[in-house]
């Protein structure tokens, strides 16, 4: 794990903008390391459901009885939520207010990101932008999705097919370590059979994984307490 140089710019990965984080106090753009944990953040959590798609859907492409039951011809818009830019801008604030004071040890309280914040952070991904949904509800994330599967693929069996599905997502944080798994996954309205969703589970143990590319992330994170989802969002609690 290497910590980036102070000179060093933040790197998007493919299919999203550069973020340019508002600075609470002056209205200029912050301190480099922030940027730099902002755009790791970014990255990891706009991913993960691409990631949990892509192995679903690389799995199906070899079966073709999974294609006839699990799969569409219609597929789901996930139009974007109002005021989306404010609710970015406001996030962000929110975010390096948060992570300066914890990485300071400066009390603070508690950050909630709720279902718009993790929905603002989806948008930012130009694959999944209109194809796919955060939900946060009865302490669990979902990831909701639809997306072609014909898009850049020759088999005639895919041609006006998409896949329109649910993940449930598995967050656990202990001793400064996230991780966050598939915990179930339906498609096409339907459950997906058990052996392929233990398929899945084995190629995608830890989505949140390229969170240990960042030391600053690393850091920050052996300085909350807790990361869980409690009723409609999901709570970052410093350690006291």
């Known amino acids: 794990m290497n910590e980036p140089t102070s000179n060093s710019e933040p790197v998007a990965a493919p299919g999203l903008p550069p973020v340019t984080p508002p600075d609470v106090a002056t209205g200029g753009p912050p301190p480099k390391r922030q940027l730099r944990w902002w755009a790791y953040v970014l990255i990891a959590l706009s991913c993960l459901v691409l990631l949990a798609v892509t192995a679903v859907v690389g ?3 070899y ?3 999974l294609i006839k039951n699990y799969t569409s011809t219609q597929a789901v818009s996930y139009p974007a939520a109002p005021n989306l830019k ?12 948060f992570t300066d004071r914890v990485k300071n040890g400066k009390t603070t309280a508690p950050l909630t990101l709720s279902e ?3 929905n603002a952070f989806l948008a930012q991904n130009k694959d999944l932008r209109g194809h796919a949904r955060i939900v946060v509800t ?6 909701c999705f639809s997306l072609p599967l014909d898009k850049g693929n020759q088999k005639k069996e895919l041609k006006g097919r998409c896949i329109n599905g649910e993940a449930t997502l598995d967050v656990n944080f202990a001793d400064g370590l996230l991780t966050v798994g598939i915990a179930d996954i339906k498609a096409n309205h339907k459950p997906i059979p058990r052996w392929l969703l233990k398929l899945v589970k084995s ?7 390229d969170l240990d590319n ?8 052996q300085k909350l307490e807790d990361i869980k989802v409690e009723g409609d969002g999901v709570v970052l609690t410093p350690t006291l």
């Open 59 to 61: 799995v199906m492409l």
């Open 63 to 65: 079966y073709h009885s």
């Open 86 to 97: 404010e609710t970015q801008n406001q996030l962000i604030s929110r975010w390096v207010t």
């Open 116 to 118: 718009a914040d993790l």
């Open 138 to 143: 009865n302490d669990h994330v979902v990831a």
């Open 203 to 209: 190629r995608t143990q830890n989505l949140a994984k």
């Open 214 to 221: 960042s030391v600053d992330a690393m850091l920050l994170l």
